[in-house]
């Protein structure tokens, strides 16, 4: 059975890509000190007049700009610390002592296989772990080992997910980082490959040193330089190339960004093609979950290689998405491809193919030389359980967008209402019925008074006329004391 209607054991149905956010609705006196439930550095302290209102307000105030910038910062908001801190029950769990549980597991069946040092904290994914490996008989060569559960969006059945899993070190690609070991049961899978020093695309774009952890390579890099026109080319190419060829295989992809691009010599290589056999959420999804145009992972490819392509021109991510003007570039062909993937038409209207962009001028006229012939041997009805697998992801992200769509709407429908101007149109409205109900009142009032002057006036010669209907006497209700 490739496809399960109910969500398998171990799979995790939490999607960590969702931004948190948090607001400070009190402040509380403990031992002459305010606390507001933040274990983060605080804003300057104040010695004398601290417990003052306005300073408590003013304090409150600030600290709640402070949590909006992290909640509102890619790299952020998807950090471990913050989302413990701000959802403890979902993120309770020790995460790398799970991994080290699994890990020792395999190791029981495989004993060539050595731990040198945990990686701690080299990747963005909460529920994702690395090892730094060697072989018995090889101490020299290094390999990592990445560990990680199942994710939301896991719909393969669980012989068919290890089945896709074990089938992975048989992919050979000029384009794909290539995968020494890998391995999977009902909850989990781990993959070994060999360790690069020269780490991926994002390191080099940020200069930064491949065992760091994330936030210190990525945060807050020191200096900001995009790549030269030749190596934007050529990266963009190579990587456009392995999409078409996975897009053709129907493997789905869904997590294309530059820490997902190992560089070897001059050649990108991709990597982590396990993710969407594992159903994990993309690093993007909290972005392309916005338009309700990029529904395919084909699209949401396309549009993640234009995450790419800005951060390979400009050294840095944008700052938000759609991008309204793009800054300078080394070629205006750089600017037609991130126009044609991260302005507002394009994610209004949708995605091109990636067969469209390899036909833009920058990549049309870029020569790839590689003898490699691409492998990839994928049994027919893994193919199949692959093909709903995918429709089942999609359909997920379609049912996200049309809520976040709805509840958009309604945000914007409340925050109309609630403005001033359309308070000011309520009250002038309400201010002209008033008006015009006392008008009429007044109009009929008058209206019978000069009728009942006419009847009086007339006696007799006056015509019959019908009695009007005797007005009820008046009730009083009395109610009974409580």
Known sequence: MAFMEKPPAGKVLLDDTVPLTAAIEASQSLQSHTIAGLSLPLPPKKLIGNMDREFIAERQKGLQNYLNVITTNHILSNCELVKKFLDPNNYSANYTEIALQQVSMFFRSEPKWEVVEPLKDIGWRIRKKYFLMKIKNQPKERLVLSWADLGPDKYLSDKDFQCLIKLLPSCLHPYIYRVTFATANESSALLIRMFNEKGTLKDLIYKSKPKDPFLKKYCNPKKIQGLELQQIKTYGRQILEVLKFLHDKGFPYGHLHASNVMLDGDTCRLLDLENSLLGLPSL???????????????????????????????????????????????????????????????????????????????????????????????????????????????????????????????????????????????????????????????????????????????????????????????????????
């Open 284 to 482: 993007y999804r909290s972005y392309f979950s916005q338009f309700r145009k990029i529904n395919t992972l084909e699209s949401v490819d396309v549009h993640c290689f234009g995450h790419l392509l800005y951060e390979m021109t400009y050294g840095r991510p944008p700052d938000s998405v759609p991008v309204d003007s793009f800054p300078p570039a080394p070629s205006m062909a750089v600017v037609a491809v991130l126009e044609s993937t991260l302005s507002c038409e394009a994610c209004k209207n949708g995605m091109p193919t990636v067969s469209r962009l390899l036909q833009m001028p920058l990549f049309s006229d870029v020569l790839l030389t590689t003898s490699e012939k691409p492998q990839f041997k994928i049994p027919t009805k893994l193919k199949e359980a692959l093909r709903i697998a995918k429709e089942c992801i999609e359909k997920r992200l379609i049912e996200e967008q049309k809520q976040i769509h709805q509840h958009r709407r309604l945000t914007r429908a409340q925050s109309h209402h609630g403005s001033e101007e359309e308070r000011k149109k309520r009250k002038i409205l309400a201010r002209k019925k008033s008006k015009r109900s006392a008008l009429e009142n007044s109009e009929e009032h008058s209206a019978k008074y000069n009728n009942s002057n006419n009847s009086a006036g007339s006696g007799a010669s006056s015509p019959l006329t019908s009695p009007s209907s005797p007005t009820p006497p008046s009730t009083s209700v009395e109610h009974a004391p409580f």
